[in-house]
């Protein structure tokens, strides 16, 4: 059974930064393709960054592209989102997401795991 437990939220100032990670476990990830989204208060989930496990590709949202930077450890299993300049508009909760197919989508329903998300809280 796949499993994706993130960490590394919490409460920061703008201008700050926090890396967020993605332990993943259950499956073989090296064909998958791994996503960051994130949800606001009433705000639909939208896609933050991906990353193709095999060949470590990445794709960003475009408010968050300089800010961002997606990365994985093969060793480790783990997915790494580290957020530098954090706006207040960026928070939200954040999840970490699995699809099968190492074809990278910004569409939440191409995924098929999903982490239980972490708080990221960004203070003006």
């Known amino acids: 059974q796949v499993q994706l437990v993130e960490s590394g939220g919490g409460l920061v100032q703008a201008g700050g930064s926090l890396r967020l990670s993605c332990a993943a476990s259950?499956?073989?990830?090296?064909?998958?393709?791994m996503g960051w989204f994130r949800q606001a208060p009433g705000k639909e989930r939208e896609f933050v960054a991906g990353i193709r496990w095999s060949g470590g590709n990445t794709y960003y949202e475009d408010s968050v592209t300089g800010r961002f930077t997606i990365s994985r450890d093969n060793a480790k299993n783990t997915v790494y989102l580290q957020m530098n300049s954090l706006k207040p508009e960026d928070t939200a909760v954040y999840y970490c997401a699995a699809t099968r197919t190492p074809i990278a989508t910004m569409r939440a329903e191409g995924y098929d795991y999903w982490g239980q998300g972490t708080q990221v809280t960004v203070s003006s």
């Open positions: 259950g499956r073989t990830f090296s064909s998958y393709f």
